[in-house]
């Protein structure tokens, strides 16, 4: 842990949401000991290139206050994905329904050194589960910049679908977004072909 992150850490007792186990991953809500990696994933201009943009430490600080403040006024909102042998930090996944958002969406981005390992996909079907199974959505959306293929493909993966164009509020009213997606009945076939080996 940083000093920053140390300076600034909770009782370990306070616990904001659910924590759900993959074969490989911890889905939780973020921790202070999530800062550093978070703080790496957001200063990588590669990683950021689909979310907004590179931030400066200051910035990721109180991103992670905010999806922090998320999960304990609404009881969702972005999980910290962890791999299950070590304990690191390798992303963030929704379910999440921001203000003004266009649909409950769950999105996810990961750590430049986790991608190519199925993990988005893992983590995602984890998420889409909880969405539908306990907090009783009926759709989910992914909002995915059109240019973003890598994404695309882990939504068609997970069976949503391209529904078109989509409109996010301000200040991300200028950014293209298209809205995949799928509903619950969707995904109760959906998973189903994912658990087949």
């Known amino acids: 842990m940083t000093a920053a992150s140390e300076a600034y850490a909770i009782s370990p007792h306070l616990v904001l949401g659910p924590t759900l186990l993959t074969e490989r991953l911890i889905l939780r809500p973020p921790a202070v000991e999530d800062f550093p990696r978070w703080a790496d994933f957001m200063a990588d201009p590669e990683t950021t290139r689909f979310i907004g943009g590179v931030q400066a430490s200051a910035q990721t600080w109180r991103l992670i206050c905010t999806v922090a403040g998320m999960w304990a006024l609404t ?13 690191l930090w390798v992303g963030r996944i929704g379910p999440l329904h921001p203000y003004g958002w266009p649909g409950r969406e769950v999105g996810w981005s990961l750590h ?23 907090l009783g959505w009926d759709d989910v959306i992914h909002c995915i910049d059109p240019d973003n293929l890598a994404s695309a493909a882990v939504a068609r993966r997970l069976g949503s679908v391209n529904r078109g164009p989509g409109l996010l509020p301000e200040p991300f009213q200028d950014h293209a977004v298209d809205l995949w997606g799928q509903t619950r009945a969707d995904w109760a076939e959906n998973r189903t072909r994912l658990d087949a080996p």
């Open 112 to 134: 430049r050194d986790a991608t190519g390992k199925g993990y988005a996909v893992e983590a995602a079907a984890a998420a889409m589960t909880y969405a539908f199974d306990v």
């Open 75 to 87: 009881g969702e909102g972005m999980f910290s994905i962890l791999e299950r042998s070590t304990g």
